[in-house]
T-cell receptor, first 114, second 109 residues
Framework: AQKITQTQPGMFVQEKEAVTLDCTYD???????LFWYKQPSSGEMIFLIY??????QNATEGRYSLNFQKARKSANLVISASQLGDSAMYFC???????????FGQGTELSVKP | DSGVTQTPKHLITATGQRVTLRCSPR?????VYWYQQSLDQGLQFLIQ???????AKGNILERFSAQQFPDLHSELNLSSLELGDSALYFC????????FGQGTRLTVV
């Protein structure tokens, strides 16, 4: 069965510093997608970044990058130059294929301190 | 704006009642997914429709049902509501990537 594990229930980071949110996954599929979503206190789920299992390069989207280590089955999210507006819940998710249903981790609550 | 529209945004109802949540997917997306987010269960996949047909089923209770109409909008029907059904219900649609609506916050009192 597929599973996503986020071991950090909560994290603090100083404004302007970088932070890494951990995510490990378990799957026997060869082809899968890994996603990160941000959920601010208002509740909406905002797509941040995607990594395909066959992508050779780590995905980047602005200040977000995904540190993909396939052999370790990890897909950590790196946020550079944290901003106060980055304070939110962050969810790692996996899909058996691009566009398929997502399985989510329990989330990490990130707090950015001024 | 994700392009996925959910109504209503908030809903308060009593136990035993029935409610309908509505979702309009992003233009061009044929797949609609429903998720439930609660404090104790996290984000749980309920059901997926593709072009009007049920494609996958997750942890959806028998009291819950859904459908996708010819115009591709979808409705999630929740009946015999219990206090534990209070949650944030998300609809998402996908072409290449899964994009979520803003959710419907259901409170059962």
């Amino acid at each position: 069965a597929q599973k996503i594990t986020q071991t950090q229930p909560g994290m603090f980071v100083q404004e302007k510093e970088a932070v890494t949110l951990d995510c490990t996954y378990d799957t026997s599929d060869q082809s899968y997608g890994l996603f990160w979503y941000k959920q601010p206190s208002s509740g909406e789920m905002i797509f941040l970044i995607y990594q395909g299992s066959y992508d050779e390069q780590n995905a980047t989207e602005g200040r977000y990058s995904l540190n993909f280590q396939k052999a370790r089955k990890s897909a950590n999210l790196v946020i550079s130059a944290s901003q106060l507006g980055d304070s939110a819940m962050y969810f790692c998710a996996m899909s058996p294929k691009q566009g398929g249903k997502l399985i989510f981790g329990q989330g990490t609550e990130l707090s950015v301190k001024p | 704006d994700s392009g996925v529209t959910q109504t209503p945004k908030h809903l308060i109802t009593a136990t035993g009642q029935r409610v309908t949540l509505r979702c309009s997917p992003r233009s061009g997306d044929l797949s609609v997914y429903w998720y439930q987010q609660s404090l104790d269960q996290g984000l749980q996949f309920l059901i997926q429709y593709y072009n009007g047909e049920e494609r996958a089923k997750g942890n959806i209770l028998e009291r819950f049902s859904a459908q996708q109409f010819p115009d591709l909008h979808s409705e999630l029907n929740l009946s015999s509501l219990e206090l534990g059904d209070s949650a944030l219900y998300f609809c998402a649609s996908s072409g290449t990537l899964l994009v979520f609506g803003q959710g419907t916050r259901l409170t059962v009192v």
